[in-house]
T-cell receptor
Framework: EDKVVQSPLSLVVHEGDTVTLNCSYE??????LLWYKQEKKAPTFLFML????IEKKSGRLSSILDKKELFSILNITATQTGDSAVYLC????????????FGKGTLLTVNP | KAGVTQTPRYLIKTRGQQVTLSCSPI?????VSWYQQTPGQGLQFLFE???????NKGNFPGRFSGRQFSNSRSEMNVSTLELGDSALYLC???????????FGNGTRLTVT
């Protein structure tokens, strides 16, 4: 059975701190790894990674994938209170039966 | 471009009843997926439709069913509701397999 594990489950930091969120996976026929941010409602798409070692960056957020060690990290620098959310990692796998498996998420709280 | 629209936003039903949830994908998106989100289990895959055909199905009982119409709109039905079906039901659309999912705001179902 495909498995995606995120750590830590929750994290509390102060504004300006840098955080690293982890995602490890065990899936059959890996295709991609995606990060989402979920505030109160719809998860919003952040990044999709398919190749090892290539960093994806958007403002203060960045992510990298290691397909050999089967994990990804999401970094957020100079955190702001608006970064408070649940961050979800999802792994796409399978051939003709492609599906996304989600981790349970990391709850990030950024205090002023 | 309008996002993914789910209706209704909230539903309260009693055990044994059935419910139908609706999802309108982003214009041009032909793939629609459904997920159940609960605090304990996180996001769990229900099924995916593409061009009116169910392409993949998660590990849910037969009480959960869905369909997709020719305009890509999708409905999900849950029959003989149980207390454990209380959850946030999220619909997501994409252009196709392997593309990032774009989520709607969900339907919050409460079963009493």
């Amino acid at each position: 059975e495909d498995k995606v594990v995120q750590s830590p489950l929750s994290l509390v930091v102060h504004e300006g701190d840098t955080v690293t969120l982890n995602c490890s996976y065990e899936v059959t026929n890996f295709r991609s790894l995606l990060w989402y941010k979920q505030e109160k409602k719809a998860p919003t798409f952040l990044f999709m990674l398919t190749s090892s070692g290539i960093e994806k960056k958007s403002g203060r957020l960045s992510s990298i994938l290691d397909k050999k060690e089967l994990f990804s990290i999401l970094n957020i620098t100079a955190t702001q209170t608006g970064d408070s959310a649940v961050y979800l990692c999802a792994v796409g796998s399978g051939g003709s039966n492609y599906k996304l498996t989600f981790g349970k998420g990391t709850l990030l709280t950024v205090n002023p | 471009k309008a996002g993914v629209t789910q209706t209704p936003r909230y539903l309260i039903k009693t055990r044994g009843q059935q419910v139908t949830l609706s999802c309108s994908p982003i214009s041009g998106h032909r793939s629609v997926s459904w997920y159940q989100q609960t605090p304990g289990q996180g996001l769990q895959f229900l099924f995916e439709y593409f061009s009116e055909t169910q392409r993949n199905k998660g590990n849910f009982p037969g009480r959960f069913s869905g369909r997709q119409f020719s305009n890509s709109r999708s409905e999900m039905n849950v029959s003989t509701l149980e207390l454990g079906d209380s959850a946030l039901y999220l619909c997501a659309s994409s252009t196709g397999e392997g593309s990032p999912l774009h989520f709607g705001n969900g339907t919050r179902l409460t079963v009493t």
